[in-house]
Every structure is written in C-alpha cells, then in structure tokens.
C-alpha cells in the first residue's frame, strides 16, 4: 500500500503544479504588530500565511522549535488542526534522536499528540533509535542525510573504512534495510548539489527533502538538476513567511511563493 504521506503531497503536487514545502518557523520578535495582538498571535500569523498560500504549497512543514521554545505549543496544535482540516499534509521538523525508551515517547509525542503526517529524524544512534518512528507505517519518515548547514560536512563527508562517506552510508542504509515500512525519504540540503546527486544515484525514485532555497541561496536550477528522478519537497520558510514584517505580509509571502514555485517549475519542465 502507498503510505498516505507521499500519496497525499504528490496529489498536492500534481493539483498545484507545485512542488514546495512551506515552512512555518515563526520568530516572535519578527511577527507583524498587527498580529501580535492576537490570544495566539504564532496562530494568527501561521493562519494568514496559511490562507494566502494553500493553492501554492504541497504541504507546510512547521519547526517544534519555534513553538516549543517559548511555550507555544497550543499555537502548534491549532496550526496543524488548520492544515488537517483543509486536507493538506503536515510535515514536522523535529530532528529528534535519542535512545529507543525516549523515541518511543518522542514518537508518540509527534505522531498521536500533535498529529504530524511526516517528521525529520536523526540517525547518529542508528537504526534502534528510529524503529519508533519508522514502526508508524502510515507515517512519512524523512532521515537527515546531508543537511544544508555550512558545517555539516564536518561530520556527513568523513570517509569510512570501506571509502564510502558517512552521508551516502545513510543514503544506502535509508533506501534498504531501514525502509521496511516504505515510509523513508532523506533530507538532502538544496545547497549541496553534487552530494544531492550522489544521494539521488543511490535512492532511486525515494522522496527527498530539499532545504536550502531561499534565505540559505541555494541555486535552484542546480538543485533540480541533480535532484531529478524521483519525488522532491522543495522547503522555504524564512524567506516566504517574513517577506514583508508589515500589514501585508500575508500578500507578501503569497507573492514570494509564487516567485518560488514557478523558479522551481522552470527547471522542473526543463528537466
């Protein structure tokens, strides 16, 4: 059975012509003041961002952190309730990885508490670590593998002994032995063409999750390049959600995705 998760964005995607992942990372102090003075003003500037963008996204991708942080969670819930109830995917980013006792309540957490239809996961502890979020078959799973952080190579592009890297080890590990509910895809940063392609080489058609473009300035037309022949989520957050820190922010951020999506569609037809 296709698990609902990629079934459901490549719907979106197919309807929308779009392949963008919206990210919902609200920093209060760059909220607009006419939000702020909301009861949930995180909500009421997620909402508006939501509504001016929901025929543009193939689904939106919130940061726990940005909500968590400051004890917004209630905000968290109502945003993803919003998504839910216009039937578009809700994608996590949780990057959770502890040992698997704490996992299996991490899980919980994310998947029954706030209802979340995909999550990011760490592998550092390796595969008994994420049995807890890969056991929920209905459930996206998207597996950090080369992330777009300029000190990710610190660790990702270490040589094994048997002369692999560490990131294409994970790639290999993600598209085998730990896809046995065929609910993984990888996180693959959009500013890393040539490790994108590698990753591409070795998972086959496998959703991959491309953060990068737009306030990190990964190059769009590379990116495509490397990332086709197979399923791709093209995240944005920072650069849709706070275009404009005025009245019109929601009318920005519409405009800044429709700049995006159709720079993406660009090379997507090209390709």
């Not at 209802?115 to 056991?135: F, H, K, R, W």
């Not at 078959?137 to 777009?148: E, P, Q, Y």
């Not at 692999?164 to 590990?173: D, G, V």
């Not at 496998?206 to 197979?230: N, Y």
Request: proline share 4%.
């Amino acid at each position: 059975m296709d698990n609902p998760f990629f079934s459901a964005t490549r719907t979106h995607q197919t309807a929308k012509n779009s392949l963008l992942c919206i990210g919902l990372d609200p920093d209060f102090e760059r909220l607009p003041a006419i939000v702020k003075q909301d009861e949930n003003p995180i909500f009421k500037f997620n909402k508006d961002i939501i509504e001016a963008t929901q025929d543009l996204a193939c689904c939106y991708k919130p940061q726990i952190a940005h909500y968590s942080a400051i004890g917004a969670e209630r905000d968290l819930e109502l945003t993803i309730d919003l998504l839910k109830s216009l039937d578009i995917p809700v994608l996590l980013d949780a990057k959770r990885g502890d040992v698997g006792s704490t996992a299996t309540m991490y899980a919980k957490e994310l998947f029954e508490r706030y209802g979340a239809d995909a999550i990011t996961v760490n592998p550092y502890l390796g595969l008994d670590s994420m049995e807890p979020y890969l056991s929920y078959a209905d459930k996206g799973v998207f597996i950090l593998c080369r992330t777009s952080n300029p000190g990710s190579s610190e660790l990702q592009n270490l040589r094994l002994e048997d002369g692999k890297l560490l990131y294409e080890h994970i790639a290999e590990s993600a598209a085998a032995t730990w896809n046995f509910n065929s609910n993984v895809g990888l996180v693959a940063g959009a500013t890393k063409p040539a490790e994108l392609k590698r990753i591409r080489e070795i998972v086959g058609d496998s959703t991959l999750l491309l953060p990068g473009v737009g306030s990190q300035g990964a190059d769009v037309a590379a990116m495509m390049d490397a990332g086709a022949g197979g399923g791709m989520l093209v995240s944005s957050s920072r650069a849709i959600i706070f275009a404009s820190a005025n009245a019109d922010f929601a009318d920005a951020a519409r405009n800044a995705a429709i700049t995006t999506r159709d720079e993406i569609n660009q090379y997507r037809i090209a390709a």
